[in-house]
């Protein structure tokens, strides 16, 4: 071993060995050192960190040790537990026989300054300002022969590095948490640790984190005094800058430490190495440089963990100027919180990675597609570019996708790292950067057409992301006029995108046309393709019930769930939208209870995927609720509608399908008999459908009914008959006679004569509603149940057949 090494192994051992107590340590280098020389070395070292417990003061030895059995106070002195610079720390149990209690006491026994006195006294009154779970407490305190001492909580742990060491990730930030907590305690009060380090953390048996040792604490609406040597008192490696320099302290003093601490939890690895004693450590630190990455300390799959947002985090605690640090212990929390539950972070937010990421917390339109929805993208395309063909006849083309793959990989990295360099004070969105590298694209890659295809698919279905299809369309229609420049299998992908957006176009012989296309192509190898053939159901049924045969429409997704289960599992995006869509193709042909079923099934894929939250989510409950209301079950779809009311305000802004949500809860509520719940919520959708549809439009008049018939269940009829006859002139000027509306308009006159005591007009208007509804046909027959659970709930029978209805 040479010089270097040994050096290395040295402090290694004295880093490891700093954090024990004294048996530990002991059992430790016994364990760890067997060289004699080397071990004492060590030893030599430890003394000295013993030693310069005070900075430029010499060491004395204590002026008085307690013998076990010695009463302080009411507490009767046990074992020395150990000894520091200013005075010792022992076992103590209280004296009164009634109860027993566990505690640490320590006592000052070094008097030779007034300052030392008066540190003392501090620590006690900060303590005692301090109610925490996570701060050991002070119980007592008092003087003992001339000498002051403190009671504090007995805690029985290990210091938190070492109980870390066999814990995941997870585990180990979720417990540091712990200590930010305190720690914010102890600001709220006012007050800064100053002093914070693994040691002075204890973690129990029970995993509960304790905070220890305020005796170079400082209350930060006191004067300052003294604060040089107070720093070198605590220990350098988890000082502040500004602490080293003798310069005033702040909250961010502690989130300097904090930050250190957690790097060395990530790690395993102390973030600072110096040795000797407190001055030379001192200036080491001072004249270190920027603190390294937590991901370059490690290895493996644990440093790609770290890599991004964990780094951002730890540095930014860590920043050398206070003001660029974390205002708050809770805002580094916060940050450690964001990760844990894979949001972004703010310690990133000036990063260009994160672009993408702060476009979508200013544009929450976009965040109701979601972070999960461009993920969910992201890993959709790779799973198109990247599926590894296990047959011999799909190698080669797992291949060729694997090349294609990295390039549209790169170019995404590229076309966000682009937007960041053009962004510099300027408002970049998601759409300005595909704008961007779509405009670029022909030229950069026109002599790679498999490549160009690749990326070109993959922009179209970011803006797919961002429902822009208009966005889109131009990109699919180019690739497919490049002719036979763009690999068949390309084409066939842009072809069934180019059919999605035929399709919400209403130009469903087009959409059709090219679906068919895509398919055949697939079906040439369908074991190649069978992602693709499976994805392309979805559209197919779509355009199966679009042209009247809904019937067809759930054959087909029937017969493609048992192959999407086959490539995906059941706990699958992709099988959670098929789950869904046959719920709706079961909806559609009337089998509401299988219906209902699915949409269960879609919304528990959704949670075990933690996208509960999510525009998937959100549709699913839309469907879920509309089912229970056709099966007859208000009381079921209320919950359901309000878990759905409840997502969509998280994730979109108010808009006409926030009003058509609201207007729904609020006519379902009214069915039950919750008529004083109800009658905000339709004001709510009423004032909402005029801001965003339109006074006229269907949305605002159903809310307007709506609103008259929750009157009429209050008691109003005068107020529901005058929104009634405001209503009924725009009626019949924008729908006419033969319309659902003005045949609900009859329904809602019926309801007013109702709540007048008029039971014959209100029966009247419901057999006037009937005839028109059964005139509709389809449109009006889901109305038709409304009308008989009107005529239950007021004792009235079924009206006979209308003359439209006879043969």
Not at 722 to 727: A, C, R
């Amino acid at each position: 071993m040479d010089d270097a090494q040994r050096w290395s192994r040295i402090e290694a051992l004295f880093d490891a060995a700093l954090e024990l107590d004294a048996d530990a340590r002991a059992a430790f280098l016994d364990r760890e050192c067997a060289d004699p020389a080397l071990r004492a070395e060590v030893d030599k070292l430890l003394q000295a960190e013993a030693a310069s417990g005070d900075f430029l003061q010499p060491h004395t030895p204590a002026h008085t040790r307690l013998t076990p059995g010695t009463l302080v106070g009411q507490w009767r002195v046990g074992t020395l537990l150990g000894r520091g610079g200013m005075g010792e720390v022992y076992a103590a149990t209280r004296a009164n026989r009634d109860f027993e209690q566990r505690a640490a006491l320590k006592l000052l026994t070094r008097l030779d300054s007034a300052d030392a006195r008066r540190r003392f006294a501090e620590e006690r009154r900060i303590l005692s300002r301090l109610e925490h779970p996570g701060i050991a407490h002070l119980l007592d305190g008092g003087e003992h022969d001339g000498l002051p001492y403190a009671v504090m909580e007995f805690v029985e742990g290990s210091a938190l590095t070492t109980h870390a060491r066999d814990l995941q990730l997870r585990a180990r930030i979720e417990l540091f948490l712990q200590v930010c907590a305190a720690v914010s305690h102890a600001h709220q009060h006012l007050i800064v640790h100053r002093d914070l380090k693994p040691s002075n953390i204890l973690v129990t048996a029970d995993a509960r984190v304790k905070l220890l040792d305020f005796g170079i604490a400082k209350l930060l609406d006191a004067a300052p005094a003294g604060d040089v040597t107070q720093v070198i008192r605590a220990s350098p490696d988890y000082c502040a800058p500004e602490q080293l320099r003798g310069e005033p302290v702040s909250a961010a003093t502690d989130v300097y430490a904090l930050g250190v601490i957690l790097h060395e939890l990530l790690t395993g690895q102390r973030l600072w190495m110096s040795g000797g004693a407190a001055l030379l450590q001192t200036l080491e630190r001072l004249s270190a440089g920027d603190p390294p990455l937590p991901s370059s300390r490690v290895r493996g799959a644990l440093a790609r963990r770290l890599r991004g947002d964990l780094d951002s985090i730890v540095l930014k605690a860590l920043r050398s100027r206070p003001d660029q640090r974390y205002a708050t212990v809770d805002a580094l929390a916060d940050d450690l919180r964001a990760w844990l539950d894979a949001r972004p972070v703010r310690a990133r937010d000036a990063t260009l990675p994160y672009l993408l990421g702060r476009t979508i917390r200013r544009r929450r339109w976009w965040f109701a597609a979601g972070a999960a929805v461009f993920a969910s993208l992201l890993l959709g395309l790779a799973g198109v570019l990247w599926q590894a063909r296990e047959t011999a006849i799909e190698r080669d083309l797992a291949r060729r996708e694997a090349e294609r793959a990295d390039a549209v990989r790169q170019y995404l990295m590229l076309m966000f790292r682009s937007a960041g360099d053009q962004a510099a004070g300027a408002s970049v969105t998601a759409k300005d950067v595909l704008d961007r590298a779509a405009a670029r694209m022909h030229d950069e890659f026109a002599g790679d057409p498999g490549a160009y295809a690749d990326i070109l698919i993959a922009l179209a279905e970011l803006y797919f992301s961002l429902d822009d299809y208009t966005g889109a369309r131009p990109l699919l229609e180019r690739l497919l006029r490049e002719g036979s420049a763009v690999p068949d299998e390309q084409r066939a992908m842009a072809q069934h995108d180019l059919a999605q957006i035929e399709f919400r176009d209403d130009q469903q012989g087009e959409a059709a046309r090219m679906l068919t296309a895509a398919q055949t192509f697939w079906n040439a190898r369908p074991q190649a393709y069978r992602e693709e053939l499976a994805m392309s159901r979805l559209l197919q049924s779509q355009l199966e019930r679009a042209n009247g045969n809904p019937e067809q429409a759930l054959r087909t997704l029937e017969a493609a769930l048992p192959e999407r289960l086959a490539l995906s599992g059941e706990i699958h995006r992709e099988t959670g939208k098929l789950v869904n869509n046959l719920g709706i193709a079961y909806y559609q042909v009337g089998r509401f209870d299988e219906a209902i079923a699915r949409f269960e099934q879609a919304s528990a894929i959704w949670a075990a995927l933690r996208l509960d939250r999510s525009a998937d989510a959100l549709n699913t409950l839309n469907n879920w609720a509309a089912a229970e209301m056709r099966r007859q079950r208000p009381d079921a779809a209320v919950p359901v509608f309000e878990r759905a009311l409840n997502l969509r305000r998280e994730l979109y802004p108010p808009s006409a399908a926030l009003a058509a949500l609201v207007n729904n809860l609020g006519k379902t509520l009214t069915q039950i008999d919750r008529a004083d719940e109800a009658l905000p919520l339709l004001r709510e959708a009423v004032e909402l459908g005029e801001r965003y549809a339109g006074a006229s439009s269907v949305l605002t008049v159903s809310a307007r009914l709506g609103l008259a018939d929750t009157l009429s269940a209050l008691g109003e009829p005068d107020q529901a008959a005058s929104e009634l006859d405001s209503l009924a002139p725009l009626l019949r000027e924008t729908y006419g006679e033969a319309h659902v509306l003005t045949a609900l308009l009859d329904v809602s006159r019926a309801r007013v004569a109702h709540s007048r005591g008029d039971l014959a007009t209100a029966l009247s208007r419901l057999d006037r509603a009937e005839v028109r509804l059964r005139d509709l046909g389809r449109s009006g027959a889901p109305f038709l149940p409304q009308i008989e659970a009107l005529r239950r709930q007021w004792g009235a029978g079924s009206a006979a057949p209308a003359e439209s209805d006879k043969a």
